[in-house]
């Protein structure tokens, strides 16, 4: 089952107001994604984080990966009406090769913005 | 440019028929995943697929059967449709590397009456 605990569960918040949300587990990972998920519709990737300590910005996006490496955060600045969704963090654990691929996610972030 | 497909995109069925979700990528993508998205469990790994005819058991394999003699298509199959089964469908794909991206498609909502 998922073994990445993602908070808050849900964010309202108003139009140009900036967004924190994150993503622990009790493992190490090698890989951070974040995905945007918009009602009836698939998971899109906006971030992918590979190193410890990275901070990569999409936009007004910005994820890091936790210098422990059981950790990640997403910021989104200023937001506006289309930023509304549901946010899912994903990780990818060292392992095997019959591990790869296989990622863990999130329960996932509802972000509701009202003008 | 389709990138990845899912067909169709809504379906009802009855309990006991089988029902079979087809998935389609046009990028060549040497993986591809098999995931159900319910209210309080998030998205769950059903199958998934390393390569054409090599596939494995994800996190909820039972109930499903899922085939790949093509690289681009990875189709899903209930032999026979329980309640239970209701849930949204996703299919993914992600190439072989060193990264771990997925990307998935737009989803089959799929009821079970």
């Known amino acids: 089952g998922q073994q990445l605990n993602q908070s808050p569960q849900s964010m309202f918040i108003q139009e140009g107001e900036d967004v924190s949300m994150n993503c622990t587990s009790s493992?190490?990972?090698?890989?951070w994604l974040w995905y945007k998920q918009d009602p009836g519709e698939g998971p899109v990737l906006l971030i992918a984080?590979?190193?410890?300590?990275e901070l990569t910005s999409n936009g007004r996006l910005t994820a890091q990966f936790g210098i422990t490496r059981k950790d990640s955060f997403l910021n989104i600045s200023a937001s506006i009406p289309s930023d509304v969704g549901i946010y899912f963090c994903?990780?990818?654990?060292?392992?095997?090769?019959?591990?790869?691929?296989?990622?863990?996610f999130g329960a996932g972030t509802q972000v509701v913005v009202t003008p | 440019d389709a990138g990845i497909t899912q067909s169709p995109r809504y379906k009802i069925t009855e309990t006991g028929r089988q029902v079979t979700l087809m998935c389609h990528q046009t990028?060549?993508?040497?993986?591809m995943f098999w995931y159900r998205q319910d209210l309080g469990h998030g998205l769950r790994l059903i199958y998934y697929?390393?390569?054409?005819?090599?596939?494995d058991k994800g996190e909820v394999p039972d109930g499903y059967v899922v085939s790949r003699s093509k690289t681009e298509n990875f189709p899903l199959t209930l032999e026979s449709a329980t309640r239970s089964q209701t849930s949204v469908y996703f299919c993914?794909?992600?190439?072989?590397?060193?990264?771990?991206?997925?990307?998935f498609g737009p989803g089959t909502r799929l009821t079970v009456t």
């Open positions: 993914a794909s992600s190439e072989i590397g060193q990264t771990y991206e997925q990307y």
């Open positions: 493992s190490i990972f090698n890989t």
């Open positions: 984080l590979y190193k410890a300590g």
């Open positions: 994903a990780g990818q654990r060292p392992g095997t090769t019959d591990s790869w691929g296989k990622l863990q």
């Open positions: 990028w060549s993508h040497s993986y």
């Open positions: 697929s390393a390569a054409a005819d090599i596939t």
